[in-house]
């Protein structure tokens, strides 16, 4: 099983279809931005399957954390599927 594969089990095995959670990003780098910083998004069960891509995106960090409960669903509007 590779990084991409954990990942994608992981979330599935914390959340049910329907659930959205947070990814936040402590001190996160990525080409474009100058300093370390943090980084946060929500994603909906049905694009589980996106996150390695968009971690992948993050060149280093201090860590990543999701939020253990599902939050509510209206939070998805504010970064819908992407950091």
Do not use: K
């Amino acid at each position: 099983m590779n990084n991409n594969d954990t990942i994608i089990s992981t979330l599935r095995l914390l959340y049910q279809p329907g659930d959205v959670f947070e990814i936040r990003v402590l001190d996160a780098e990525r080409p474009g931005f100058r300093r370390p910083h943090i980084e946060s998004g929500y994603f909906d069960y049905e694009h589980i399957g996106d996150v390695p891509q968009t971690l992948a995106e993050i060149t280093t960090a201090m860590g990543v954390y999701v939020t253990m409960n599902p939050v509510n669903p209206s939070l998805l509007a504010r970064s819908a599927n992407r950091l």
